[in-house]
């Protein structure tokens, strides 16, 4: 990825899906989603939408990257998830 002030392209975060090294923000400190590939983090936050809960925010632990819900929403339509 470029580098941390600019926000990657659905391009360079679909090369990222496979690794490892992502958190999962939701407000619950209880049960930490840590260190988790992005594709995992992805389907978690969909699932969260369709039950009607926020999905959270998607945070890369080395470069403190973090998801916006379109880059989410871009990556559940790439894996074929509905909106």
């Not at 990657?8 to 930490?32: H, M, N, Y």
């Not at 403190?64 to 871009?74: G, P, R, Y």
Request: glycine share 6%; net charge neutral; with cysteine.
């Amino acid at each position: 990825m470029k580098n941390h002030n600019n926000k990657p392209s659905c391009e360079e975060l679909i090369a990222q899906l496979q690794k490892r090294g992502w958190d999962l923000v939701t407000g619950s400190e209880a049960f930490p989603i840590k260190n988790r590939t992005l594709e995992e983090l992805v389907r978690m936050t969909h699932a969260r939408h369709k039950k009607g809960e926020a999905p959270g925010l998607i945070k890369h632990m080395e470069t403190v990257l973090e998801l916006d819900l379109i880059q989410i929403q871009q990556l559940w339509e790439y894996l074929g998830l509905p909106m």
